[in-house]
């Protein structure tokens, strides 16, 4: 089973008091990563494709030892349900004849089991966690399964996509004493219709594992409920900018204010 997203602060950094975080949380990106949660909190139905690639490393770096997952899955929101099928899914009903779904697809089984549902729930989450944004109260605290600390937005900056402009947004957890575990999350957004595009993390462990992981999202439809979604931002949002990266406005389109809910997904 894949588990939750997380990922690995990068050494360096500007020193700091003992139990302090080199990476302090930015006002910018905080303000933007709780408008992205609010975009997906409206949203009412939405589908895309998307592809999950993670590697898990050993300690001491023996390729041997090194696990590479690659899912291919389509996920489904319908209100609040969520549904995540992957390809071992589609196999799985192909074999059993469309009968049965495949166990933990997202499908109807056992309806009336809580436990069922539940199990389900994480499964589809932790494959999908741009859809935590979603469905879980906490995503700062929630992005990853199992996790005890919230992230931090840390970063924001203009990035090319599929030769778009979009913007990313990293979350960072741990990194406040040297060993310790520490998590660096990348979210890559379309500005446009605010959604995600592609998710990117590191994790370090303290005892030297490392995981990398890596999910492509292709949106295919999204509609969200015009009275939950929020006023956009602004036109223009700064991005601070440093003597070596100066600063570039990135461009939020304003939406109009009307009944359709429909987003465009350009």
């Known amino acids: 089973m894949v588990t939750g997203l997380v990922g690995t602060a990068g050494a360096g950094g500007p020193p700091t008091e003992p139990g302090q975080s080199p990476y302090p949380p930015s006002p910018e990106a905080t303000r933007f990563f709780e408008r992205l949660v609010d975009r997906y909190r ?3 139905h939405y589908a895309d494709t998307f592809l999950l690639e993670q590697v898990v490393g050993a300690a001491d770096g023996d390729e041997r030892a090194t696990t590479r ?16 099928s992957t390809e071992a899914d589609l196999l799985w009903n192909a074999i059993a004849g469309g009968g049965d779904p ?7 089984g056992e309806p009336g089991d809580p436990a069922r549902r539940a199990l389900r729930r994480e499964r589809d ?7 935590r944004l979603r469905f879980l109260d906490e995503p700062l605290r929630e992005f990853q399964t199992g996790g005890t600390e ?37 979210i890559t957004v379309d500005p446009g219709s605010m959604l995600i595009r592609k998710v990117d993390g590191e994790e370090q462990w303290s005892d030297g594992r490392s995981r990398t992981t890596t999910i492509s999202i292709d949106p295919e439809d999204a509609q969200v409920d015009p009275e939950i979604d929020p006023e956009p931002l602004p ?19 304003q939406e109009p204010d009307t009944p359709a809910a429909t987003i465009g997904l350009g």
């Open 125 to 131: 989450l932790a494959l999908a966690p741009h859809l």
């Open 42 to 44: 409206a949203i009412i």
């Open 102 to 108: 495949a166990p933990g697809s997202g499908e109807s």
């Open 150 to 186: 919230a992230f931090r937005a840390t970063g924001l900056a203009p990035v090319r996509h599929e030769d778009r402009d979009m913007v990313r947004i990293e979350l960072r957890s741990g990194g406040e004493s040297p060993g310790g575990e520490s998590s660096v999350i990348g």
């Open 69 to 84: 997952t690659r899912v291919s899955a389509r996920s489904r929101v319908d209100g609040d349900r969520l549904e995540v």
């Open 235 to 253: 036109h223009v949002m700064p991005v601070p900018s440093d003597e070596d990266h100066p600063s570039t406005p990135i461009m939020v389109p």
